[in-house]
Nanobody, 118 residues
Framework: VEFVESGGGLVQPGGSLRLSCTGSGFTLDDYTIGWFRHAPGKEREGVACISSNDRRPYYADSVRGRFTISVDFADNTVILQIDSLKPEDTAVYYC????????????WGQGTQVTVSS
């Protein structure tokens, strides 16, 4: 399965971004999808995921209340809405199948860069 992330950019603190994760060759509805991020000098971390069964979202404590994950079934896309951005949210954001530890994944897509700076 392949994913393509998009929607990143440079925003000021307090701003918002809408990241998209599009799947090719399969239907996202059949998968649990997670969003992860990798900031310079830090370990990659999971920030949100959405269950394939009940579409219940899960969030890391660091982003809960500011990030919203959802599925656009029509476009076969998983959306990560990011609000109230902070400089510490600066990272490359990736999506992947599953909601596992980042160490369990062998490879990652290109990701999309989010930079929060004034």
């Amino acid at each position: 399965v392949e994913f393509v992330e998009s929607g990143g950019g440079l925003v000021q603190p307090g701003g918002s971004l809408r990241l998209s994760c599009t799947g090719s060759g399969f239907t996202l509805d059949d998968y649990t999808i997670g969003w992860f991020r990798h900031a310079p000098g830090k370990e990659r971390e999971g920030v949100a995921c959405i269950s394939s069964n009940d579409r219940r979202p899960y969030y890391a404590d660091s982003v809960r209340g500011r990030f919203t994950i959802s599925v656009d079934f029509a476009d076969n896309t998983v959306i990560l809405q990011i609000d109230s951005l902070k400089p510490e949210d600066t990272a490359v954001y990736y999506c992947a199948a599953g909601c596992r530890s980042p160490d369990d994944y062998d490879s990652w897509g290109q990701g999309t860069q989010v930079t929060v700076s004034s």
